[in-house]
């Protein structure tokens, strides 16, 4: 999926001699990879253990009716960046080192409702309750890179730039869900808070180009693209789950439970009797999830994509 960085605001604060400092603030829309799986395994299975299931059960003419009602579940794609560049000029180049926070948040509070309609003339209904549904990042990059003019002709000239440098991430995994089924004058009602936290370093580097089209006198106007890539080597934490059942013959039971450890992704290749899903999640359990659950790999996302930036400063 293509990544997009726009840059709203560059300040430039001209330091003395050939060496400049800039401040910018920024949008980011991208992808964060396998940490938005969390998103597309909750939404599979809602669907499988709900749609998959009454219609299956329609085949078979137990079920003559079902309808749903669908909330909205996000995905993190939208950040805020904020970045430090310190640059000096030696010969024909700009070489800086430059520091940034890359911080956004996705944060659904949203439901699920389903209601069926059996061939015996009885209904039931499900809803679930995300209160809220939350993903949140925090990047975190320090590195070198360099800027020079390689084209000048009238009006037009262009720069070339590179950077490259350490990252850390920061991920908060938030689902605080309500379940709740409703037949025949009984109910039960299921709620599972779970927290998962974790950190991680990594590397990112850039390349592009860089068009200045306009200069009048303390303020300049410049665009810029080019390709990002970032990867996170590895990522470890805490995590937290807080449970409860309770029915309406009074049935009433609570449990909690915390662990810690490394993120991998989980994979879930289940059959039942009405058919068959795949689901994959992040996860640092490392107890018993049965047999169906495997371990898919280290839980190392990637952001990557290309980016544009149009940049207004000011030299003071």
Same mark, same amino acid.
């Given at each position: 999926?293509?990544?997009?960085?726009?840059?709203?605001?560059?300040?430039?604060?001209?330091?003395?001699?050939?060496? @400049?400092?800039?401040?910018?603030?920024?949008?980011?829309?991208?992808?964060?990879?396998?940490?938005?799986?969390?998103? /597309?395994?909750? $939404?599979?299975?809602? @669907?499988?253990?709900?749609?998959?299931? *009454?219609?299956?059960?329609?085949?078979? %003419? &137990? #079920?003559?009716?079902?309808?749903?009602?669908?909330?909205?579940?996000?995905?993190? /794609?939208?950040?805020?960046?904020?970045?430090?560049?310190?640059?000096?000029? =030696?010969?024909?180049?700009?070489?800086? #080192?430059?520091?940034?926070?890359?911080? %956004?948040? *996705?944060? /659904?509070?949203?439901?699920?409702?389903?209601?069926?309609?059996?061939?015996?003339?009885?209904?039931?209904?499900?809803?679930?309750?995300?209160?809220?549904?939350?993903?949140?990042?925090?990047? &975190? !990059?320090?590195?070198?890179?360099?800027?020079?003019?390689?084209?000048?002709?009238?009006?037009?000239?262009?720069?070339?730039?590179?950077?490259?440098?350490?990252?850390?991430?920061? &991920?908060?995994?938030?689902?605080?869900?309500?379940?709740?089924?409703?037949?025949?004058?009984?109910? =039960?009602?299921?709620?599972? +808070?779970? @927290?998962?936290?974790?950190? !991680?370093?990594?590397?990112?580097?850039?390349?592009?180009?860089?068009?200045?089209?306009?200069?009048?006198?303390? &303020?300049?106007?410049?665009?810029?693209?080019?390709?990002?890539?970032?990867?996170?080597?590895?990522?470890? !934490?805490?995590?937290?789950?807080?449970?409860?059942?309770?029915?309406?013959?009074?049935?009433? +039971?609570?449990?909690?439970?915390?662990?810690? %450890?490394?993120?991998?992704? $989980?994979?879930?290749?289940?059959?039942?009797?009405?058919?068959?899903?795949?689901?994959?999640?992040?996860?640092?359990?490392?107890?018993?999830?049965?047999?169906?659950? @495997?371990? *898919?790999?280290?839980?190392?996302?990637?952001? +990557?994509?290309?980016?544009?930036?149009?940049?207004?400063?000011?030299?003071?």
């Amino acid at each position: 999926m293509r990544k997009l960085v726009l840059s709203l605001m560059v300040i430039s604060f001209a330091v003395g001699g050939n060496w @400049k400092l800039n401040l910018s603030i920024g949008g980011f829309s991208g992808n964060y990879g396998d940490y938005n799986s969390f998103v /597309s395994y909750e $939404k599979s299975w809602l @669907k499988f253990n709900n749609e998959t299931w *009454a219609d299956f059960q329609k085949e078979l %003419g &137990f #079920i003559t009716n079902y309808s749903s009602q669908k909330g909205s579940l996000k995905e993190l /794609s939208l950040s805020l960046p904020v970045s430090l560049r310190i640059s000096r000029r =030696i010969k024909s180049f700009d070489f800086f #080192i430059e520091g940034f926070l890359l911080k %956004g948040s *996705a944060v /659904s509070k949203t439901s699920y409702g389903y209601n069926f309609q059996f061939s015996d003339g009885s209904s039931s209904s499900l809803t679930y309750q995300y209160s809220p549904f939350a993903l949140k990042a925090s990047f &975190f !990059g320090l590195g070198l890179g360099a800027n020079k003019r390689v084209f000048t002709r009238s009006w037009l000239k262009l720069n070339v730039e590179a950077g490259l440098g350490f990252s850390y991430v920061l &991920f908060n995994y938030d689902n605080d869900l309500t379940g709740k089924m409703e037949l025949s004058g009984y109910w =039960i009602e299921i709620k599972n +808070h779970l @927290k998962m936290d974790g950190k !991680g370093p990594g590397f990112y580097a850039y390349a592009g180009v860089e068009v200045p089209f306009l200069s009048r006198g303390k &303020f300049s106007l410049s665009l810029k693209g080019g390709y990002f890539y970032s990867k996170v080597f590895s990522v470890k !934490g805490d995590s937290s789950l807080n449970a409860s059942i309770e029915d309406s013959t009074g049935y009433n +039971h609570e449990e909690s439970e915390t662990w810690s %450890g490394q993120w991998f992704m $989980k994979e879930i290749d289940l059959e039942t009797w009405w058919g068959s899903v795949k689901y994959r999640f992040p996860s640092n359990y490392q107890g018993d999830l049965g047999g169906f659950i @495997k371990d *898919a790999g280290k839980f190392s996302p990637t952001i +990557h994509g290309p980016y544009l930036s149009l940049s207004i400063g000011y030299r003071f």
